[in-house]
């Protein structure tokens, strides 16, 4: 049975950092891509960021390039995501994601956590 729980959200002051993390169970992160997406509110789910060892690679969505970066740790079969430069615009609650196909920043995974929220705000 494949759980993800996230963790790592709060309240940040505009301009700065925090670490988003999404615990794993139930799957190997070296089989499965795994996303983070958001969700703000009346806003639709929003593809932030996708990590899929086997497809080699990480891809971003335009609005947080340069300023996210996901990655894994195999061993405590977890994926993170650090945000820097954090801006209010970036307050949703944060989701991760898993699926056995390709990285995309589609709503189409199979696997979703509770979610964390996020919130930038001075």
């Known amino acids: 049975q494949v759980q993800l729980v996230e963790s790592g959200g709060g309240l940040v002051q505009p301009g700065g950092s925090l670490r988003l993390s999404c615990a794993a169970s139930g799957l190997t992160l070296d089989d499965y891509a795994i996303g983070w997406f958001r969700q703000a509110p009346g806003k639709e789910r929003e593809g932030v960021a996708c990590?899929?060892?086997?497809?080699?690679?990480?891809f971003y969505a335009d609005s947080v390039k340069g300023r996210f970066t996901i990655s894994g740790d195999n061993a405590k079969n977890t994926v993170y995501l650090q945000m820097n430069n954090l801006k209010p615009e970036d307050t949703a609650v944060y989701y991760c994601?898993?699926?056995?196909?390709?990285?995309?920043?589609?709503?189409?995974?199979?696997?979703w956590g509770q979610g964390t929220q996020v919130t930038v705000s001075s």
């Open positions: 994601a898993a699926d056995l196909g390709v990285c995309g920043l589609g709503p189409f995974y199979d696997y």
């Open positions: 990590l899929s060892a086997s497809a080699g690679g990480s």
